[in-house]
Each structure stands twice: as C-alpha cells, then as structure tokens.
C-alpha cells in the first residue's frame, strides 16, 4: 500500500497541465497567421498598383523618348556651334592682332600730331597704299546647325509626301 500511494504521489508530480501554455501558444500562431496574410495582401495590391503605374506612365514616357532625342541632337548641334565660334573668334582676334602690327603707330605727342601734316611726307601716303587689302575670314553660319523655319517646312512637306505615296 504504501508502495501504491507513493506512486500516486510521485504521478501527482508528473502531471503536467501545459494546456494554457499550448492555448497562448495557438493564439500567438493565430495572430501571425493573420498579420501575414494582411502582409500578403498588402503586398498584391502594391504589385497591381505598380503594374498599374507602370503600364500608365509608360506610354508617357514612350512619347517622351523622341522629344528627349530631339533636345539631345540640339544640344550636341549647339555645343558644335559654339566650339565654331569660339574659333571663329580667336581666328578674328589673331588678324585683329596682326592688322594692329601693320598699321603705323602715332608715338607723336599731340602737339606733334597737329603739326604733322604740315611736314608730312609723300611716303606716308605710299605706306597706307601697301598695306594688304583685309579679306574676312569665312566664319559660322548658323544655318548649318540649325535649319531655317523654311527648311523645316520644306523637309515636313518632303516627308509627308513620301508617305503619302507608300
């Protein structure tokens, strides 16, 4: 007897009632369940928004390409013009330069300048007669970068008639 009630209570110590622990356990389960399906929606409606997005701004963007080429090719006309004249400048500069070498210099006070005439000779005249005559360099036109509104009329005008006759 003794032998049955000391297993009786040492079975006592073995029972284990881990029912509210395997209760708050499901709950918390339950409730991560829950917040990842929330998460997965949340996620396919983002999905379908962005494919939404996509799909409407991407004719947009589309449409844009041609008008970003086009200011592109401006652009690069523009710093062709601009490299052009910047040369066309120095090149205007250095005869600038040389037709100032060329020319005779008054190093004469005025007092001087007034009488010169006066005592001037011949060979000024014949010194002036020598020098070169200028001749312009040929610079920039900016028709050859950019065309004219004819131009462009002309060339739509080309255009559409060749498509025409497709």
């Not at 900016?142 to 739509?156: G, K, M, R, V």
């Amino acid at each position: 007897m003794m032998l049955d009630e000391l297993a009786i209570d040492y079975s006592e110590y073995l029972k284990v009632d881990n029912e509210n622990e395997v209760n708050a356990l499901k709950d918390v389960v339950e409730d991560m369940l829950t917040r990842l399906e929330e998460f997965q929606t949340f996620m396919e409606m983002v999905r379908a928004l962005r494919v939404e997005s996509t799909s409407m701004h991407y004719n947009t963007i589309k449409e844009m390409k041609s008008k970003v080429t086009e200011l592109t090719e401006t652009v690069n006309k523009l710093e062709k013009l601009v490299n052009k004249v910047g040369e066309d400048v120095e090149l205007v500069d250095q005869q600038l330069t040389e037709a100032e070498a060329c020319m005779p210099i008054n190093k004469d006070g005025p007092l001087n300048s007034i009488f010169k005439p006066f005592f001037k000779k011949q060979e000024d005249h014949s010194l002036s007669r020598q020098l070169p005559a200028y001749e312009p360099p040929v610079i920039f036109k900016s028709d050859d970068y950019f065309p004219t509104a004819e131009a462009i009329d002309a060339l739509q005008i080309t255009e559409s008639d060749t498509t025409a006759n497709k």
